[in-house]
């Protein structure tokens, strides 16, 4: 499959994006990512949610199915800074943040920034690292700067996190931090592929590396215009009303012992503008909400016992749970 290579640099500084640059924009990405990674088009889309809603992704998933693939691909289809940071239980705080070392020649300590110092940040496999490294993340992801020795360094937008994690009965793995789980917009998992997507991936993957034909079709700079044009798709009140009914209910279910946090809230909802704008709508109904809902919360919540012992899901129960909330009359176009 050919692609032509399609960037927007050339747009002026400061113009305004709408809805409908969203949609041409980000179908080139994806048309871009399924270059690499075929039959897996819920899985591109949730991912370009969270880049266009200014969050963060982990991506889980047993070994081999594409998960470094896919983060490997959000970063190559957009002509931006790329890093990665393989997580090893002997990983320090300071390879992610960086650390100040003494020049000799200026006499004074110089700053030599850490892995995390990228507009796309792809960290593999990430529970394999001590919670003290993986701690290191938590002010990057939340405000989007790093402190080290009394001076704060801010990241260029846009920044995202994708993060791969293997389940946590595999030998070798950490559990992630609640407050760690909590920065992450979405949590997605990769699945195994269909046997027709496997042949084509045979075919395509078999001979060649498709990651070294993969160029970028857009920029950091559009991004950010399509960011701000995501900000501004609008939500009714109703909407809003649901929204926060919704996150309500994981909070009161007698299946889980932890609802999902106020963050949550607010990532849910700059994931339905995102949602919303991908399907060419400046405006966000119910649907948009629903479709979200789990992908968003599901990683946060903490299962009761009762739960666990049925062998009850995360997903099950807020599916469940989202179910049994009133839902608004679609939200009308302004």
Known sequence: M??????????????????????????RVRQAIEQVIEGKREAIDLAMVVLLAEGHLLVEDVPGVGKTMLAKAIGRSIDCSVRRVQFTPDLLPSDITGVSIWNSETRDFEFKPGGIFANIVVGDEINRASPKTQSALLESMEERQ????????????PFMVVATQNPIEMEGTYPLPEAQRDRFLARL??????????LDMLDSHGSSDPLSRLTPVTDAATVRGLIKAVAGVFVAPAVKHYLVTVVGATRTSRDLRLGASPRASLQLLRAVRAYAALQGRDYVTPDDVQALAVPVLAHRVLLSAEAQLSRRSAEEIIGRAVAEVRVPDRAPAR
């Open 189 to 198: 998992e990769m699945g195994y592929p269909t046997p027709s997507a496997e």
């Open 2 to 27: 050919s692609l032509s290579v399609e960037t927007d640099a050339g747009r002026e500084t400061g113009t305004d994006y709408s809805v409908a640059d969203v949609v041409a924009v980000m179908g």
């Open 146 to 157: 790093v402190s080290v020795d009394g001076t704060t360094y801010l990241l260029d937008a």
